[in-house]
């Protein structure tokens, strides 16, 4: 596997990132896992409760908090630093900048850009990319192979699509976004009128609108609005494999990780988080700041925030036969307490 | 965001669809959600029961059941049906067809057409699509840009694939139906036979057949059969990100929401439903009109139609962790009632 | 629906893929799900638990155990033979070659191929494939219509990616893989840094290694590690629409089904099985031999082999809801219990 050559001395990082550097210089070759990392590489601990973890590493390069920056400064060259997941997170972006410049704008000729549709001067457009009429794109934006963009369609300035990133007809795409391989925004939403025992189509009308900041993981689905639009906050991050129904609203910096399903027209605050396959019913309120564990279903609006969880938990099979078993009698044995009490 | 415009008056709306107008006719923007409806607003109430929500709205038409049509008619217009939910479906399919109209056939000189596939001469055919050899495409047909029909397959009459649809090799597709974006039909199935520790693949000789009116929500996968086909009845409905594994077959109008998995060999009825995130285990039997609660998880044959659960409860975090801690020792707290109950 | 020629004499099988023939040799048409025989099929069965099956079949030859052959020589032709289900998928694999022989290797003329990667001279590149610079294609390699191959991925020999597959940039795939339709490897894995209550992207440098002989269902994503690789090991099937998040490690041999999802950095051992719909979270250890059933959550590490279950047991929804409500006081009955036995 052919890796980034990362290579930089510790005094070129703390010069563009700040931090304090205790013992001396040296020339690192990359950011490493604690767990397999070499004399040669940075690791970082960012908080006390993992300093064992310390003992583990061959680096000689740590990015530390303070009050784990004495006991190391013996043997290591140590990066000072009071919050140290933040300071690795702008690390990588500055890797990212250096080893990985842009290229020069570009519109690939295999691309097929509609004659009405808006493309700022310096856009970098792919293989392959489809552009329809009356799409705008914004400045510095970069649209991968395959990429396609639906009549109508707005997508702000420094937004980057990753190859086969579907936007609908008219939905709104904002500044510095990243969308993954395979997101699909725009998708009619699940609409029907039930009738004589058939599904008839009520035509999605709505749109989708995405703020600035966000990011949707790879094959991650937001449909578009019944009548008025499904609308994402700024700074929102979506792992992959989510599905986002219509009209939904979802608040600014909220996090969802992988395989979440939130049903149609549930309203979801700010700063929330939602676990790994947990699923959201439609219609419900989550109010700001409400944290909903892995794999659970929030089945009704949960007004105050806190965390709350609703997950079966894992035993071993026999066990676990046992006690489902007795479940289905756990309303019979309350009545059976309630006896016990009287008697 | 640009709205599509949709002024109309409401007595053409009557004149298409039917229904009694009464007040004065009017010229409205746009069918609202009742909650940030304006004045020039079309909004609809379905059934009495959301009847206080009248009073929300600044809308001054209305489509309503005759039951609440009376205590509206001194402030507003209003068009009054028996069935609203099924007339406003109407209403939005009417409104796309005026607004929206449809392009005239095409074929994109970039779509790669193999010489032996059939195309029907009023097909629209969008940029980088593939068509392979022995595949038919019907009459009407639309295949938006980057849809792959593999060779063999088969689309029927007025069928809509959105951008980047997968159709694998002899698989066959109903008439009027409408797949969005990323679909995979006729991925293999998930078939191994393990040997010596290893798995030895099961190559998957079915297909998938689809009858008509299915839609299908973007990223939906289903998959070919091991030695028969996958069969999806007439009329079915399955939302984004729904996985319909090998030989599963369903019946016709049955519905899904979005994230639901189908295990192989599965045979679910006709009129079904199943909610969001459900899962439902292989080779099981589901009734016709059986349904099924969001994030349920079916492990049995449910023979008889009705309404079935099985969620864990959602609870705040440190509820929750005592319930469920208890919950590991329910069969052995049954077994001391016992005890309880004899002394 | 056309289906296959599969015609073949039994002795023809018997020939290639070994097996005892007693009875006449015939030719048959296909090999058919036992419920749907007719008189040319080839049925089988597997286990002698299945036995009672033999009588519906009309199908006038038959693939068996030596244990089931004596009862069924009198009106049917056999092929004895003592794994029954590896005969069966062997004889799908020989059917496959036979009737869908390997075309010969091609470049289609629309696909966008850098100058600076490497393409073996033997593979097969369907229409609108794109790969980028210093990417590296094996021999005998075929990428279906819409594959995107990026700068430094590598492609093992006899590797075949289906319509639209993307690999990320410096990933490497191992040979004689097979990935479905849909599939995003290496996109970014889900990593923020938390700061003054917005997300702090951090860059993902790692990439995705994949050993050998995996198969990978439609839509399923694996993401790239964040600092390291995130590893699958040899002969790892995962079904359609699995999340595989980043720095996930996972043994050789190991199964999962649709819908499962693993969250970042858990370690899941070799000869492992996940049914479908099973969440594992981050940071976990799962040793080998450990099987999780369907739907379950893995809360845990689970370091024993074994099978570990966790899913609220499906009931009607009136007895669910009863006894999903006492399930919220379990804790408090226990307490009850516990004073019913003191007094």
Not at 22 to 50: K, M, Q, W, Y
Not at 139 to 166: F, N
Not at 213 to 238: F, H, M, P, Q, Y
Request: aromatic share 6%; glycine share 10%; with cysteine.
């Amino acid at each position: 596997l052919k890796e980034l050559d990362l290579s930089v001395y510790l005094s070129e990082i703390v010069l563009a990132l700040g931090g304090d550097l205790r013992g001396e210089d040296r020339c690192i070759d990359r950011l490493a896992p604690i767990e397999s990392s070499t004399p040669n590489d940075l690791v970082f601990i960012s908080h006390p409760r993992f300093a064992k973890q310390l003992k583990l590493t061959k680096a000689e390069a740590l990015i530390l908090p303070p009050v784990l920056a004495d006991q190391m400064m013996d043997r290591c060259s140590c990066i000072v630093t009071q919050d140290v997941y933040y300071y690795v997170a702008r690390l990588t972006q500055w890797w990212r900048r250096r080893f990985e410049p842009a290229t020069a704008p570009f519109v690939h000729p295999s691309a097929c850009i509609h004659p009405d549709a808006q493309l700022a001067p310096d856009v970098r457009i792919g293989p392959f990319v489809v552009v329809e009429a009356n799409a705008v794109i914004g400045a510095a934006c970069q649209l991968d192979a395959h990429v396609v963009v639906e009549r109508g369609a707005v997508i702000g300035a420094g937004t980057h699509l990753r190859a086969r990133v579907t936007i609908g007809a008219r939905c709104v795409v904002g500044s510095r976004c990243l969308f993954h391989s395979g997101v699909v925004i725009g998708a009619d939403g699940f609409g029907f009128a039930p009738h004589q025992g058939t599904w008839v189509k009520i035509e999605q009308l709505g749109a989708v609108q995405i703020g600035d900041d966000v990011e949707l993981g790879a094959n991650t689905c937001i449909d578009r609005g019944a009548l008025g639009d499904t609308k994402i906050g700024n700074g929102v991050k979506l792992d992959n494999l989510v599905q986002i129904a219509h009209n939904v609203h979802i608040g600014d910096h909220t996090a969802m990780a992988g395989c979440v399903g939130v049903a149609g027209s549930a309203v979801i605050g700010a700063h929330c988080t939602v676990g790994g396959g947990a699923v959201v019913l439609g219609h419900l309120t989550l109010a700001d700041h409400v944290h909903v564990s892995a794999a659970s279903v929030v089945t009704r609006s949960l007004l105050k925030p806190g965390q709350y969880t609703g997950v079966f938990p894992l035993d071993d099979n026999a066990a676990w036969e046992k006690n489902a078993a007795t479940l289905k009698q756990l309303h019979a044995l309350r009545e059976r307490i309630k006896q016990l009490e009287k008697s």
